[in-house]
């Protein structure tokens, strides 16, 4: 295999990375870049016939799987918890994530790639994830990251902990983070 890994921001290409490539991927990040710029950069980096491909998971407008028999993770609540400790506006990094106006078929439809092809890959449907899983999936997120919450950390566990016991007894819950959906956009042969 040809492969080669390098490490930079997606603002720095093609300096860091010039190509040409037959594919370029975004897994769950594109939405932190300059979406439209780096997108012409992108074009301009792959061979003819080449492929830039952004993965994400999508719930809204999915059929949802059958529910396996266990609780559902209380995303709301906990999310309200968030919002409690850290305020209403979403964190992310040393700021504040922008808020999603517009979709990525729509920016890359802006660009030379034109309008992309979407393509769905089922989801798994009986995840199950214990409560100190689901407690560190959220802490996990830049938007409720622990150094966020500072002294009150233990506070915002305590309570996510407390509403997780309350509605599963043996702390198992049900995820279904939604199908894959891949969004694949190809620069002319």
């Given at each position: 295999m040809n492969i080669r890994w390098i490490q930079g921001l997606a603002e720095d290409l093609p300096a860091v990375a010039p190509g040409p490539y037959k594919l370029v991927t975004f897994g769950q990040s594109f939405q932190w870049t300059d979406e439209q710029r780096v997108a012409e950069t992108v074009y301009d980096m792959l061979a003819p016939g080449g492929v830039l491909a952004l993965i994400v998971h999508t719930v809204a407008g999915r059929p949802r799987p059958p529910d396996p028999g266990v609780p559902?993770?209380?995303?709301?609540?906990?999310?309200?918890?968030?919002?409690?400790?850290?305020?209403?506006?979403?964190?992310?990094?040393?700021?504040?994530?922008?808020?999603?106006?517009?979709?990525?078929?729509?920016?890359?439809?802006?660009?030379?790639?034109?309008?992309?092809?979407?393509?769905?890959?089922?989801?798994?449907?009986?995840?199950?994830?214990?409560?100190?899983?689901?407690?560190?999936?959220?802490?996990?997120?830049?938007?409720?990251?622990?150094?966020?919450?500072?002294?009150?950390?233990?506070?915002?566990?305590?309570?996510?902990?407390a509403l997780l016991a309350s509605r599963s007894a043996d702390g198992v819950f049900w995820d279904w983070p939604g199908d894959t959906e891949i969004i694949m956009a190809r620069k002319p042969a």
């Open positions: 559902p993770i209380p995303h709301e609540e906990i999310k309200a918890l968030v919002e409690k400790y850290l305020g209403s506006n979403r964190r992310a990094g040393q700021g504040n994530a922008p808020e999603r106006t517009h979709r990525f078929e729509d920016v890359l439809a802006w660009t030379r790639f034109g309008v992309p092809r979407q393509f769905f890959v089922p989801g798994v449907p009986a995840l199950l994830r214990e409560s100190e899983s689901v407690l560190s999936g959220y802490l996990s997120l830049s938007s409720s990251a622990p150094h966020l919450f500072g002294d009150r950390l233990d506070d915002f566990a305590g309570e996510v902990r």
